[in-house]
């Protein structure tokens, strides 16, 4: 029996190499029996052939590129071949899902796989699986890199020590996927993963929050001190304050970490549910003490919130060249489905814009409060324009970094491409509104 897991990509950035392969296709490659026939396709870095030769097709797919994946589906489907889909999206809209494919896996696979393959053997495929517990980390299986072309990525080696997050921020999809815990793997069989894999000069921890759990986080990064690694990760501005954890994390090679601030507006993080955690006031002097631990920082901000009219995004600029961020990631606030945000701009009408294809974070697909959607998406291009600009990278790496100098160098560069190929798709309208952007109080 053969199995072809594809993780599919938006049509016009298909076959570019890519950052990291789908951990989520390694994984159920590892869960799969040996008597089954495991190819992996990820359109991130390959095209692929529709054939009827798989007994069956499993597709992974976040909301962007959801019209992709049903495209695969309806093509896989024609051909007699059975298609199951799971994924964020297919798990937040399982019936829009079963429009285009056979079955969908609801939530994290690993508990009700088996049961998928089972069922093709015998009697049929159900239209849904959803487990009833959450599953136990514990029993994760190594995943099978060995199904991709290791080549095609700028790195093979990533892993997942939790799931989850503590926190419920309001755009968020990651409680409503694994709902609100904390898990985490054990130390012991995390370090024997690192151990197994081939050298690499950077590790990426793929979690959501690795500092969700303090002691866990703390007991990780002691034991990480003895294998002499570089790692990346994502946290949040807890760390900051954890003078213990902060240090642990240095000591245990943390080259840098992706932070959400995600807004300068205190209101902003309060209508998000994200003010527990973050205070604009003490957003610099967080950065001040990671950056202390020689710890790179790349920080997460969403254009958007109903506190922000067009000046945020030169203020926003300011505060992120200012406190000399290694690497910035800008976004337009987006409703994913499943999320409390897409139930609340539904519920307002504000949403407009029901193509899927089009949340990719980059595109206003619902109208903001204080600008027009024009104004939102030309910020967000005038905010990465000047972020990437050859200025501001040299302005804020030369002055720290230290021996990640050229790690974060060559991430700027690869960002600065990405942002250039944005921009070019919608020069006419940065051109159209860029007086807007940089002069604020004037209004087209």
Not at 17 to 34: C, E, K, M, V, Y
Not at 153 to 181: D, E, I, W
Not at 310 to 334: C, D, H, K, Y
Request: hydrophobic fraction near 40%.
């Amino acid at each position: 029996m053969k199995i072809r897991l594809i993780a599919p990509a938006q049509e016009k950035t298909q076959g570019k190499r890519g950052l990291f392969p789908p951990l989520s296709l390694a994984i159920l490659a590892g869960l799969t029996p040996d008597t089954w026939e495991v190819e992996v396709v990820d359109e991130n870095v390959e095209a692929h052939e529709v054939d009827d030769t798989p007994d069956l097709v499993g597709i992974t797919a976040i909301t962007s590129v959801a019209p992709r994946a049903y495209k695969i589906a309806r093509a896989y489907r024609d051909l007699g071949v059975p298609v199951v889909m799971g994924g964020m999206h297919a798990s937040a809209l399982p019936d829009e899902a079963l429009q285009h494919v056979d079955s969908v896996v609801i939530g994290e696979a690993e508990p009700v796989w088996q049961d998928v393959l089972d069922d093709l053997s015998s009697e049929g495929l159900s239209p849904l699986y959803q487990a009833d517990e959450r599953p136990c980390l514990s029993q994760l299986p190594r995943p099978r890199w060995e199904v991709f072309n290791r080549k095609r990525y700028v790195t093979t080696s990533l892993l997942q020590t939790s799931r989850g997050c503590p926190n419920n921020c309001q755009f968020c999809s990651v409680t409503q996927f694994f709902g609100h815990t904390f898990r985490t793997r054990p130390i012991d069989a995390v370090l024997a993963e690192i151990k197994a894999m081939p050298a690499s000069n950077l590790i990426l921890f793929v979690d959501d929050n690795i500092v969700g759990n303090r002691r866990y986080a703390c007991d990780l990064f002691r034991e990480l001190r003895a294998l002499n690694i570089r790692w990346f990760g994502q946290s949040s501005l807890a760390i900051a304050w954890d003078d213990e954890m902060l240090d642990l994390a240095a000591e245990s090679g943390c080259a840098g970490l992706f932070i959400g601030f995600e807004s300068l507006a205190d209101k902003n993080l309060q209508q998000m549910q994200k003010g527990g955690v973050n205070q604009a006031e003490r957003f610099a002097e967080a950065v001040k003490r990671i950056f202390a631990r020689g710890i790179g920082i790349e920080g997460a901000f969403i254009f958007g919130m109903d506190e922000d009219d067009p000046s945020v995004f030169a203020r926003t600029l300011a505060f992120a060249e200012r406190a000399r961020l290694s690497l910035a990631q800008f976004g337009i606030l987006t409703p994913f489905p499943g999320t409390p945000l897409y139930e609340t701009l539904t519920a307002e009408g504000r949403i407009v814009e029901t193509d899927w294809s089009k949340y990719t974070i980059s595109n206003a697909v619902a109208v903001p409060k204080k600008m027009s959607q024009q104004a939102l998406e030309s910020g967000f291009l005038w905010t990465y324009r000047q972020f990437y600009s050859y200025r501001s990278i040299l302005k804020r790496l030369l002055p720290r970094l230290g021996k990640n100098f050229w790690l974060f160098l060559t991430l700027n560069m690869i960002f600065r491409r990405v942002s250039k190929g944005m921009i070019s798709a919608k020069q006419s309208l940065l051109d159209a509104y860029g007086q807007e952007i940089e002069n604020p109080g004037h209004n087209p």
